[in-house]
């Protein structure tokens, strides 16, 4: 049986965060993958109707940068 210690994520789905660059727009989480190869989160953000974007939780920030 594979034993699986599994981190814990940073942001949840519905948590207002940032892309790390500067200015950039408020996003919200919408869906929370964990990819078991790496080990690490992928969060998957909507900043409008139209744009949404797939970043690790390295390129995310619970605040803007400016």
Same mark, same amino acid.
């Given at each position: *049986?594979?034993? +699986? =210690?599994? *981190?814990?994520?940073?942001?949840?789905?519905?948590?207002?965060? @940032?892309?790390?660059?500067?200015?950039?727009? =408020?996003?919200?989480?919408?869906?929370?993958?964990? $990819?078991? &190869?790496?080990?690490?989160? +992928?969060?998957? $953000? $909507?900043? &409008?109707?139209?744009?949404? @974007? $797939?970043?690790?939780?390295?390129?995310?920030?619970?605040?803007?940068?400016?």
């Amino acid at each position: *049986m594979l034993n +699986i =210690k599994k *981190m814990e994520n940073r942001f949840d789905i519905g948590d207002e965060v @940032y892309h790390v660059s500067p200015n950039s727009e =408020k996003g919200i989480v919408i869906e929370i993958t964990y $990819v078991l &190869s790496t080990k690490k989160y +992928i969060y998957t $953000v $909507v900043t &409008s109707w139209d744009n949404e @974007y $797939v970043c690790s939780e390295h390129e995310l920030t619970a605040h803007q940068n400016f």
